[in-house]
């Protein structure tokens, strides 16, 4: 990894030096990122609304490591490190529900709560307990996990900071929103080929939105927007974001002021979940690295009460989606060609708008902090 990440960043906006091109290609960088990073920060990877029911079960991989999710019988969400205690076998291979987990290999059996519940012929055949083994010690080993409204974070090393520290910019800076009265609608994924911090910082950049998506710079203009940065969170906001005189055709969030009316919000929650804030809904995009070049995005819609599920709001929903995805498919050919633009050797980090790429700097300065910590 290039010595001196942080104090190139640390210059005067208008004189600082961005990432270098090995951190969004080089395959060593990628994995120092995994165990620095995504292993020891609260992580965004999926949607509790997937394992909704007790008995559901959710196999994930986060900084290379296969972990699951689980209801438990007694309704709560945890995450495990998905391996057997045993002889190490993968646990659970596909989403599904279960009362209990049983391992193919020698029938060891883990209920979802993560007791050890049977161990079949352990002691010999016909003896299924041993002299000096507690089950209660070899049971799974559980992940931290936090949740804010349907979406979960894990923190695979359990020494990040309590995720209510993590997350206390985003939750002080939207109170006023009810987010309770919010429901899930629609789902979106899709496949990129570049690096995930190229995403991240496509969406915290206002300097392309005049070129990339001119349907709505022209009520939504670049020169109307603001940044938000604050620690944990980094992004933009728009006082402009809806049209002018639109009519609601979304129940809105509920007792919001006048002021927000027309507010959007688009906010990441570092590193890897972006949240696009509307007065009538908003959406998660959960950001996940494949590789060095290539990453995943799933995009979950929320719907304020009824419109959510109403069918006299499907065709605004509708209209939503295939806004939203027609300005995301935009955004994802100009990550691509970022991508592609990377392997140059001519290119040294770039430089950064002071008036209008402060953002991105803020978050390359919140991964290089990461990537130097011991």
């Known amino acids: 990894m290039p010595d001196g990440l942080l104090s190139a960043l640390q210059h005067p906006l208008a004189q600082a030096r961005g990432l270098p091109a090995e951190a969004y290609t080089d395959p060593g960088f990628f994995r120092r990122e995994q165990a620095r990073l995504w292993a020891r920060s609260w992580v965004a990877v999926g949607a509790a609304s997937d394992v909704a029911t007790p008995g559901d079960v959710l196999p994930l991989t986060l900084a290379g490591q296969p972990v699951f999710l689980a209801r438990g019988q007694d309704g709560i969400l945890r995450a495990f490190h998905n391996v057997c205690t045993h002889r190490g076998l993968l646990l659970v291979e596909e989403a599904g529900r279960e009362k209990l987990l049983r391992c193919p290999y020698h029938a060891w059996a883990f209920d979802l709560e993560g007791g050890l519940r049977a161990t079949p ?5 016909g ?7 507690d089950p209660a010690d070899h049971g799974l080993k559980p992940i931290r996990l936090a949740q804010w409204n349907d979406l979960v974070f894990l923190d695979l090393s359990g020494d990040a900071e309590p995720f209510e520290a993590h997350a206390a910019p985003l939750v002080a800076r ?3 929103y009810d987010f309770a009265a919010t429901r899930p609608a629609g789902r979106m994924d899709f496949e990129i080929a570049a690096n995930w911090k ?6 915290c950049d206002t300097y392309h939105l005049p070129f990339i998506h001119p349907q709505v710079n022209e009520y939504s203009k670049a020169e109307d927007h603001h940044d938000v940065i604050d620690g944990t969170i980094v992004g933009t906001g728009n006082r402009t974001a809806t049209r002018d005189g639109a009519p609601v055709l979304l129940p ?19 590193p890897n979940v972006l949240i696009f804030l509307m007065p009538d809904h908003y959406f998660t995009v959960t950001v996940t690295p494949l590789d060095e070049g290539h990453s995943t995005e799933r995009l979950d819609f929320h719907f304020v009460g009824d419109g959510a599920t109403a069918p006299e709001h499907a065709a605004r929903r509708q209209a939503l989606y295939d806004l939203w995805a027609e300005l995301n498919r935009q955004d994802i050919a100009i990550a691509e060609r970022l991508q592609k633009g990377r392997v140059s050797r001519a290119f040294d980090g770039g430089r950064f708008s002071p008036a209008l790429e402060a953002p991105i700097h803020h978050f390359q300065t919140l991964v290089a902090r990461m990537m130097e910590e011991a």
């Open 121 to 125: 012929h352990f002691g010999g055949i």
């Open 127 to 133: 003896c299924h307990t041993l002299e000096g083994f």
């Open 174 to 176: 939207w109170a006023d």
């Open 198 to 203: 190229l995403l991240v910082e496509n969406f």
């Open 252 to 270: 809105p969030f509920p007792g919001l002021p006048a002021g927000k009316a027309r507010l959007g919000e688009f906010l990441t929650l570092f």
